[in-house]
Nanobody, 121 residues
Framework: QVQLVESGGGLVQPGGSLRLSCAAS????????MGWYRQAPGKQRELVAD???????NSVDSVKGRFTISRDNTNNTVYLQMNSLKAEDTAVYYC???????????????WGQGTQVTVSS
């Protein structure tokens, strides 16, 4: 019913930048919050940042000042601009969206397939 497709991951040197994109499609009536999580090897998945439909942002302290989340409500897309990348940012990054589909009144959370970000020299 709803698909989230991510792009923009890859290999980058420490101090470099990447921009992740995640586009939602399907039977979408409304999208509430959208966000990015990450999961490093051997660790639990953690929130990186999320953004409401009104633009309110929540992010983890370790990325403040380096990562910026934004969204395009017209195109149902969320972005994560990542600057000053560090080795510890290496992880699989997953986007999510809280979506109300046509014909329903309650939002459900949908996830992307994940994109690998590797920070290494």
């Amino acid at each position: 019913q709803v698909q989230l497709v991510e792009s923009g991951g890859g290999l980058v040197q420490p101090g470099g930048s990447l921009r992740l994109s995640c586009a939602a499609s399907g039977s979408i009536f409304r999208i509430n919050a959208m966000g990015w999580y990450r999961q490093a090897p051997g660790k639990q998945r953690e929130l990186v940042a999320d953004i409401t439909s009104g633009g309110s942002i929540n992010s983890v302290d370790s990325v403040k000042g380096r990562f910026t989340i934004s969204r395009d409500n017209t195109n149902n897309t969320v972005y994560l601009q990542m600057n000053s990348l560090k080795a510890e940012d290496t992880a699989v990054y997953y986007c999510n969206a809280d979506v109300v589909i046509w014909g329903q009144w309650r939002a459900n959370r949908y996830w992307g397939q994940g994109t690998q970000v590797t920070v290494s020299s």
